[in-house]
């Protein structure tokens, strides 16, 4: 898939990642249609891009305000040939303290508002017979991570939902690319409630999520990992359950205690 000329849809697009994959997709030629809750950052956004695009308001969390804002970008800019699936929220502390009303808007939001974006644009994919869906997921949905339960079970609930949808698609004409980022130099960790504190794996820059994103859907790539050497954290998870339970309790310390 080339990003120039290419139609991108990008929900969560206001600030972050979203910005930044908004900002390198226009600078490559694209055309990007930028759907988030405040209409103001996202017209900053689009000035960013130079103005090559359209802005729409929504929720992800409501499926008829998707459908309703991705409908508007594309009458506005043409059939979706991208689209990056990446609002998402996250929430910090041990389940027993958290709500059941957070865990309920995390899945809301980080899986259902992907199912409401994906459908909503995947039937003219399949029809025109090409394009590409991209997953802004997490190691935390690769990689249960403790204190962050609910958005690890979502994220979780998003990839297996990818990887199921890209063996459905793969001889429809359209890719599917799963990203893994471990923690990103945004607000992110601080809307949650808790700035990211560890020592390990060090933030990266949403520029750098960006960039790999761009060279996924260039390359059709299935998945991704950033940092990279997360992809073989997630090999030894698996290979050796028991050696990764040990160390992650090591890694926490007395926070699980």
């Known amino acids: 898939m080339k990003w120039n000329g290419a139609v991108v849809l990008i929900t969560g697009a206001s600030r ?24 103001d950052e996202l017209s900053e956004v689009l000035d960013a891009c130079g103005g090559k695009g359209a802005i729409a308001v929504g929720d ?5 305000q998707v ?29 027993t303290e958290t709500d059941v009303e957070t865990f309920e808007k995390m899945m809301r939001v980080n899986y259902f508002g992907t199912v409401y974006a994906t459908k909503a644009v995947l039937p003219g994919m399949i029809e025109r017979g090409r ?20 958005y690890s079970a979502s ?10 949808l890209s063996m459905e698609i793969k001889r429809k004409g359209v890719g ?34 960006a960039s790999l994103v761009m060279r996924a859907v260039e390359r059709n790539k299935a998945e991704k990992f950033i940092p990279s050497w997360l992809g073989p954290a997630y ?23």
């Not at 694209?30 to 809750?37: P, S």
């Not at 690319?177 to 060090?202: L, M, Q």
């Not at 090999?235 to 205690?257: H, I, S």
């Open 235 to 257: 090999t030894f998870k698996t290979l050796v359950p028991p050696a990764y339970r040990v160390g992650t309790m090591k890694t926490f310390g007395d926070l699980l205690k």
């Open 176 to 209: 599917l690319s799963i990203i893994d980022p471990g923690p990103v130099d945004t607000h992110f960790t601080e809307a949650r409630g808790v700035p990211f504190a560890a020592n390990t794996p060090k933030p990266v820059k949403p520029e750098a999520v």
């Open 60 to 64: 992800v969390a409501e499926r008829m």
């Open 155 to 164: 994220k979780f609930a998003m990839v297996g939902f990818s990887e199921a």
């Open 131 to 150: 394009g590409h869906i991209v997953m802004i997921a997490s190691i935390a949905g690769r990689i249960g991570a403790p204190l962050e339960a609910g």
């Open 16 to 39: 972050g990642i979203g910005r930044e994959i908004a900002v390198a997709a226009a600078k490559r030629g694209a055309r990007v249609g930028l759907m988030a809750r405040s209409k």
């Open 67 to 95: 459908e309703g804002a991705l409908d508007a970008l594309q009458r506005e800019l043409g059939p979706a040939d991208v689209l990056v699936n990446n609002a998402g929220i996250g929430a910090y502390g041990r389940v």
